[in-house]
C-alpha cells in the first residue's frame, strides 16, 4: 500500500462549475477525514467518516459540498457551483482508530477562475 | 477564535543546533497532540504525538514536550539537519463538542536550516 492516494492534483475550473475530488485511503483504516487547506493557514477539517457513515461535518461545509463514502473504501467530495472562495488545497488523510495519527494525501488543489 | 496557536511564523536555526517549535492551545478538551511537516505542494506528514497522560515523547532526533497546566507543547530537532527545513504544523484533537475526531491546526512555522 502507497498510502493515501488524491486524485485529481490539480485541478482548474470556471465559477459555476461542479466538481467532484476523490480519496483512496490506506486500506486497512476505517476513519476517513477532508479538510481545506488556504494560503498561510493551517488545514481546516470538513468531515469525517468511520467506514461508510459520516459521522460529523463542520461548520465550513456549505450546503454546496458534499461528501460520500458509499462501501467505506474511497470517499467523494463534491463542490457544486463554485466560488472563487472555494480555490484552496483539499486534503484527505486516514487513520486506523481514534486518537492515532492521521495520514495525509498529497492533496487536490482547486483554482476557480 | 484560534484554538491552537503558533506565534512564530518562521524560524532559522543553524544546521547541527537544536530547532525548538512552540505551540500553545486554548481548548482544555484537547487530549491528543500531533506534529505534522509540510512541504510545499505536498500533504503534511505525521512526525510525532503525545497523549495528554504523558509529558514527552521521544523519536529519534524528535522530542515532543507537553505542559497541560501550561497548555503548551513544543518540539525539539537535534540535531537540525539541511531536509528539517519545512513548515511544521502543531494539531490537537479531543471531544470539543463539535469536530471531536477531526484534528485542529495551528497555522504552522516555517523552519530554515541555515548551512
Known amino acids: 500500500d502507497t498510502g493515501v492516494s488524491q486524485d485529481p492534483r490539480h485541478k482548474i475550473t470556471k465559477r459555476g462549475q461542479n466538481v467532484t475530488f476523490r480519496c483512496d485511503p490506506i486500506?486497512?483504516?476505517?476513519?476517513l477525514y477532508w479538510y481545506r487547506q488556504t494560503l498561510g493557514q493551517g488545514p481546516e477539517f470538513l468531515t469525517y467518516f468511520q467506514n461508510e457513515a459520516q459521522l460529523e461535518k463542520s461548520r465550513l461545509l456549505s450546503d454546496r459540498f458534499s461528501a460520500e463514502r458509499p462501501k467505506g473504501s474511497f470517499s467523494t467530495l463534491e463542490i457544486q457551483r463554485t466560488e472563487q472562495g472555494d480555490s484552496a488545497m483539499y486534503l484527505c488523510a486516514s487513520s486506523f482508530a481514534a486518537n492515532t495519527e492521521a495520514f495525509f494525501g498529497q492533496g487536490t488543489r482547486l483554482t476557480v477562475v | 477564535d484560534q484554538q491552537v496557536k503558533q506565534n512564530s511564523p518562521s524560524l532559522s536555526v543553524q544546521e547541527g543546533r537544536i530547532s525548538i517549535l512552540n505551540c500553545d492551545y486554548t481548548n482544555s478538551m484537547f487530549d491528543y497532540f500531533l506534529w505534522y511537516k509540510k512541504y510545499p505542494a505536498e500533504g503534511p506528514t505525521f512526525l510525532i504525538s503525545?497523549?495528554?497522560?504523558?509529558d514527552k515523547n521521544e523519536d529519534g532526533r524528535f522530542t515532543v514536550f507537553l505542559n497541560k497546566s501550561a497548555k503548551h507543547l513544543s518540539l525539539h530537532i537535534v540535531p537540525s539537519q539541511p531536509g528539517d527545513s519545512a513548515v511544521y504544523f502543531c494539531a490537537a484533537k479531543g471531544n470539543s463538542g463539535g469536530g471531536a475526531d477531526g484534528l485542529t491546526f495551528g497555522k504552522g512555522t516555517h523552519l530554515i536550516i541555515q548551512p
Open positions: 503525545i497523549s495528554s497522560i504523558k
Open positions: 486500506s486497512e483504516h476505517n476513519r
